[in-house]
């Protein structure tokens, strides 16, 4: 299997490597309009980094397009009286100018749509599509009057609606690149394979899981420590200055960029391509774009001769006359609608398989999950552990006083208190509505509290984003369960590492020992963790396909990835039958045994919170009514008030009344 | 009049309902309790259609309900009051009743039926040109309960009503609940607050992780300490 | 012309678009209300509203202006046509193309409706040519203020711009009366706030989006007809422009919000006439364009419109 492959990339490559010749010997001619092909495939990829990567529906795209193009044609060209135009280099150092200028404006266009959702960040950035080569053609001539005064008199930026020509070709002594393709040919097909082995190897790391745990769900990965905003960014700026490599190669190929190349329908055929091959995935999105140009630029045209020679044989005059490349938009459409109901993931996207009919549940009462064993307890969670905190107090983890949340004209919390001792288990309960995920929500940062203070180790949470508190040393689950539900089990642990690696972008790329130990190690420590859990061995499966329980864990491992001091579980046994209840309270109470972490979990299965915990905070209408030990708790006159109404208790009880 | 046997309903793949078993007799009103996270809701969402059981049936005057869908389900006699109230914030008091009419063959009736209820509830008379979302928790319960009274049930289901709710209002509340089961709808009351809804009911059923613990008349349970145990962890 | 004679002129074109846009941003309003979608072939529908309605015309074998009697007959009738017609259009694209996805994400019916909407604009090209069509002189285009009043002005009124305030009044007045006091309609107005609670009441959630889609493609096929009558011209790429006018001016007066979606459209429609006046047409796009990007980042409510907050 693996010869015959590799067999095949072989001969991939010497096709894509001797087609000029392939295609002189067989007088095609087609060698430019596959360059002009592989031009929309780098812009395809990397529409795929803000599309398939990080799933921000790019409607815009066209507008990077243009500004790499102009940014290579401004610079390079004695139209505007550019200084670095005429030289050996200058196309040179001009396309990495002109990358690092798409790269910029990536990021200015990328900065609204931060905390905006999917589809409003879509007709957002389909607006900078739109007003882009508005202002592209219109700064051509650019006079300002106020009054009587003219301060500024047909001012010409860009070069407005006839463009920029000539623009400077690439210089290689020995090189022409002028009519002959075969120099441009190879030139794209360079930059394209650089362009291809650096993404590939972004997918392939910190920054890639970020992106696709972004993707898959924000919050949950702002909780899990991914910084949203600067990975957004990345995706907008990385996406971006590909595109300014390709504009680049495409306005020295031409020779002359107008505005008018920069249209809404060229960011559309681009998501076409990226769809159609299945975002996300870079051989998917090649060959989709292979797919589309070759539709657009060959088939459309052959199947009009062919229609037309079909009509005149029959004598029907509306075929003889058809042409069919006027429906290429047409075809575009249906494309698009086609895909989408029949099959989203694209051609080559990953294979979406439906949640699995709920039997695993009784499976799970017939096999109960391993219980977690002390010695499995990953060795470098022992480390942190002992490392000691930055507590001022080394008593209390965690210390909130006086929080107070107000939606509108409800009273989430009420001026709440509340204390984690280390290496302590903290129950909170309450009814329905108390309060008790908002508590979680404002701790977390998800949630600005409106009074009150919070403090870890000694030092203040309020007005820090999720991402930074998690930092800290906080971590959380979620009541329902947020995986990464299209990522598989050992990418989601490795996701909640994200916050305690150092890989940057140029290390991403560049690997070095530093950044390949960096991994080597996460990648242990995934494992380790995995194994601990009871989910050894299903590194590979996707999170979405694992049984109810199993995600659970795998929640919890997740969190345990960020090397918190202090965990923070939401209703971790919802759901759960009772044998996998037991292992999870077995879980927690070796977590706070071997590690001295300390727990704050809410509950409702009040036999689990009675069992496990040290102490209970009761809530009800955001206040706190009750703190004490459990056998406190279950006596406790208001607490029982809350739970099964005023003066139950007053009732003459039957004592011992059987049932 | 209503029967759920051995009923299992899942959400994805976990199993919320455990083989629930419960009948409400015509006329009755029938109590289902049990702490937060227990299936209640659940188990009205099965009752009502929005999620399918995976075993077990759900009955209605000998009619299937599990597999039909939830407005065939009400057009056969079941009417809702949400948890949460759930009434249509931008909409008069009025509409929010006109829609709770909206299945209604029988339109002639409405407008009777209409006075019926606002005769039960003053204060939504006082309020009737006014916007569901500026009623006050206690308003929107009453206007949830008379929207749903609207349909002219013959089995009212009531989710949590007591909730968010002054102990002076829910005593109110559970004071008409009684009124309209004597004018003769059956009622299946759902509340987390034990003790009013054990007052009010005839039977009752408690509910603990997805299945069916206790089940007694209501005045046997009220007087027994188990119910109190279950709601709070004791074995 | 002075300076306030060239504002009120400009004040008027701003209201006759204005109009127009409101017709076709309710449409988008309303879809958005109910399935959260973006209903991006809505602009195209109102552009098949411009071309059917030329098309009844033709059908009915109208060509000139027409006399006082046919006004009144014959005109209400293309408009009920084409409003059939286009209503029916945005049907089935819901049926064929939005319904599948409901469960979806936002972002599916998203790329499926952009898809909508390509197919769209090229079959109108297909059927119409690349050229800009003449729309026939159906409706007589008096100078109001000179031959009706008398007054010699540089201000220039016509019964067009009766036409079009005319013909939009009735329509949002029906509409309101539609939502405000009809059972469906009410029942519309229901399902957009709550679904699941909707269908507890007993209404048929799918054939209420059905009805919705039907209302706001009848909207958008009158908004066709009116500017076919004003403006006697047809271009199949209009609908592009247009619609992303229309939902700058359904976001802007707060999307899921009707009478925000009529505020929206005459401020968009003022804006972008004094904007052709004032600064250049050439800006004018542009300028809607980052009003869009402006409500949208700092105030995606809109100006009528409530927050909806996301659950954790």
Not at chain 1, 179 to 192: A, Q, R
Request: charged share 15%.
């Amino acid at each position: 299997m693996e010869t015959r492959r590799a067999l095949g990339v072989v001969l991939l490559i010497a096709f894509v490597l001797a087609y000029p010749f392939i295609d002189r010997a067989l007088g095609l001619q087609t060698v430019h309009a596959v360059s002009d092909g592989m031009i929309y495939v780098l812009l395809a990829l990397g529409l795929n980094i803000v599309v398939g990567y990080a799933g921000l529906l790019d409607l815009g795209y066209a507008a990077f397009f243009a500004i790499g193009a102009y940014a290579m044609g401004l610079l390079n060209s004695p139209v505007l009286g550019s200084p670095l135009y005429g030289h050996a280099w200058s196309f040179w150092l001009c396309i990495w100018i002109a990358a690092a200028v798409s790269a910029m404006l990536g990021t200015l266009i990328g900065a609204p749509t931060l905390r905006v959702r999917g589809d409003y960040l879509a007709i957002i950035t389909l607006g900078f599509g739109e007003i882009i080569p508005v202002a592209i053609r219109n700064l051509g001539d650019v006079t300002i009057q106020i009054g009587g005064w003219r301060p500024i008199e047909r001012l010409n930026l860009t070069g407005g609606e006839n463009g920029v020509n000539p623009v400077g070709r690439p210089f290689l002594p020995g090189v022409p690149f002028e009519t002959d393709p075969l120099p441009w040919y190879y030139l794209i097909l360079v930059i394209g394979a650089l362009s291809l082995w650096a993404m590939s190897r972004l997918q392939d790391s910190r920054l890639g899981r970020a992106w696709m745990a972004i993707r898959e769900d924000e919050t949950a990965a702002d909780c899990t420590g991914v910084n949203p905003i600067s990975t957004k960014l990345l995706a907008f700026a990385l996406g971006a200055s590909f595109s300014g490599f390709a504009g680049s190669v495409y306005a020295a190929k031409l020779q002359a960029i107008t505005p008018g190349a920069f249209e809404f329908q060229v960011s559309i055929m681009l998501l076409c391509m990226v769809v159609l091959g299945g975002a996300g995935s870079l051989k998917g999105v090649i060959l989709g774009a292979m797919l589309i140009t070759i539709f657009d630029r060959v088939v459309l045209a052959e199947t009009t001769f062919f229609t037309r020679w079909v009509g005149r044989s029959l004598g029907v005059p509306l075929l003889a006359t058809a042409d069919l490349t006027l429906w290429r938009w047409f075809f575009f459409g249906l494309g698009l609608v086609l895909v989408m109901l029949l099959r989203p993931q694209g051609l080559a996207g990953r294979r979406v398989r439906p949640v699995p009919a709920g039997e695993g549940d009784d499976a799970g009462e017939l096999a109960p999950p391993p219980a977690p064993r002390v010695e499995a307890l990953p060795a470098f969670l022992r480390e942190r552990a002992a490392r000691p905190g930055a507590a001022a107090d080394p008593g209390l983890m965690l210390d909130v006083r006086g929080l107070a949340k107000q939606f509108g004209g409800v009273i989430a919390l009420n001026g709440v208190d509340l204390v984690v001792p280390r290496g302590a288990i903290i129950g909170l309960i309450g009814p329905n509505g108390a309060g008790k995920t908002t508590f979680f929500n404002v701790v977390t940062g998800l949630v600005r509290p409106d009074g009150g203070a919070i403090t870890f180790e000694g030092r203040s949470l309020v007005g820090l984003r999720p991402n930074a508190i998690v930092t800290r040393g906080i971590a959380r689950t979620f009541q329902s369960i947020r995986l990464f539900a299209n990522m598989t089990v050992v990418e989601n642990v490795l996701v909640g590492e994200h916050c305690r690696l150092r890989a940057t972008v140029p290390g991403a790329v560049i690997r070095p020992p530093a950044v390949r130990a960096e991994e080597a190690r996460a990648r242990e420590r995934a494992r380790a963790l995995l194994d601990f859990v009871g989910l050894g061995g299903k590194d590979q499966e996707l999170a979405r396909n694992l049984p109810y329980g199993d995600q659970r864990r795998l929640e919890i491992a997740r969190a345990l990835a960020t090397e918190p001091r202090l965990l923070l579980l939401d209703e971790p046994t919802a759901g759960m039958n009772p044998r996998e209840t037991e292992t999870l309270t077995g879980l927690i109470g070796l977590l706070r045994r071997e590690l001295g972490l300390s727990v704050l979990l809410i509950e409702h299965d009040m036999q689990v919170v009675m069992t496990i915990s040290d102490r209970i905070t009761v809530l009800d209408y955001g206040t706190r009514i009750a703190e004490g030990t459990p056998e406190e708790i279950q006596r406790h006159p208001r607490v029982i008030e809350a739970y099964l109404g005023t003066g139950y208790e007053a009732e003459p009880a039957a004592r011992g009344a059987p049932r | 009049m209503l029967a759920l046997v051995d009923v299992h309903t899942y959400y994805g793949s976990i199993r919320a309902l455990r083989g629930v078993s419960l009948t409400v007799e015509p006329r009755e009103i029938v109590t289902l309790i049990g702490a937060n996270g227990a299936g209640k809701t659940t188990t009205l969402r099965t009752i009502l259609g929005a999620v399918r059981p995976r075993r077990g049936t759900v009955t209605f005057n000998g009619q299937r309900l599990d597999g039909l869908a939830t407005d065939r389900i009400v057009r056969l006699g079941i009417a809702q009051s949400p948890e949460g109230r759930r009434i249509f914030p931008r909409m008069t008091v009025l509409e929010n009743l006109e829609m709770g009419a909206f299945a209604r063959a029988d339109r002639a009736a409405i407008a009777p039926d209409l006075e019926r209820v606002l005769t039960l509830f003053p204060r939504l008379r006082e309020r009737i040109a006014q916007k569901g979302g500026t009623l006050s928790g206690g308003e929107q319960q009453m206007l949830a309960i008379a929207r749903a009274l609207m349909a002219r049930p013959s089995l009212l289901l009531l989710d949590e009503p007591s909730m968010g709710l002054s102990p002076i209002l829910v005593e109110t509340i559970f004071k008409i609940v009684q009124d309209i089961n004597r004018q003769g709808t059956t009622i299946l009351l759902v509340e987390q607050n034990a003790r009013m809804a054990l007052r009010v009911a005839h039977r009752g059923y408690v509910i603990q992780t997805g299945r069916i613990v206790l089940q007694d008349a209501a005045a046997e349970l009220l007087r027994s300490d188990l119910v109190r145990k279950t709601y709070l962890g004791e074995k | 012309m002075e300076w306030w004679e060239v504002l009120v002129q400009q004040t008027i074109n701003g209201l006759t678009r204005g109009a127009i846009f409101a017709l076709i941003a309710l449409g988008y309003t309303m879809v958005y209300g109910i399935v959260e979608l973006i209903n991006f072939a809505h602009g195209d529908v109102f552009m098949l509203g411009l071309f059917i309605s030329m098309a009844w015309f033709a059908l009915l074998g109208i060509s000139g202006n027409l006399g006082a009697w046919q006004l009144v007959t014959l005109l209400p009738l293309v408009f009920v046509l084409t409003m059939l017609s286009t209503a029916l259009i945005n049907v089935s694209i819901d049926r064929v193309a939005y319904r599948p996805l409901r469960r979806s994400s936002r972002l599916a019916p998203l790329i499926t409706a952009i898809g909508v909407s390509f197919m769209l604009e090229n079959l109108a090209l297909l059927w119409k040519g690349p050229a800009p069509i003449a729309y026939p002189d159906v409706f007589p285009s008096v100078d109001i203020l000179r031959e009706w009043f008398g007054v010699d002005s540089a201000i220039f009124i016509t019964t067009k711009d009766i036409l079009v305030v005319g013909a939009t009044i009735p329509l949002m007045i029906g509409l309101n009366y539609f939502v405000t006091r009809t059972r469906w309609g009410k029942a519309m107005r229901a399902t957009a706030q709550d679904r699941e609670t909707a269908q507890a009441m007993g209404i048929d959630v799918e054939r209420t989006i059905l009805l919705t889609f039907f209302v706001g493609g009848a909207l958008a096929g009158a908004a066709g007809l009116i500017q076919g009558l004003y403006y006697n011209i047809g271009m199949w790429w209009m609908g592009y422009q247009a619609g992303l006018r229309a939902f700058t001016a359904a976001v802007l007066g707060g999307i899921g919000n009707m009478p925000g979606a009529a505020l929206g459209g005459l401020v968009i429609g003022f804006l972008s006439a004094w904007s052709d006046q004032y600064i250049s047409a050439r800006w004018t796009n542009a300028i809607v364009f980052s009003i869009l990007i402006l409500v949208l980042v700092f105030r995606p409510q809109g100006l009528l419109g409530d927050r909806t907050p996301e659950k954790v």
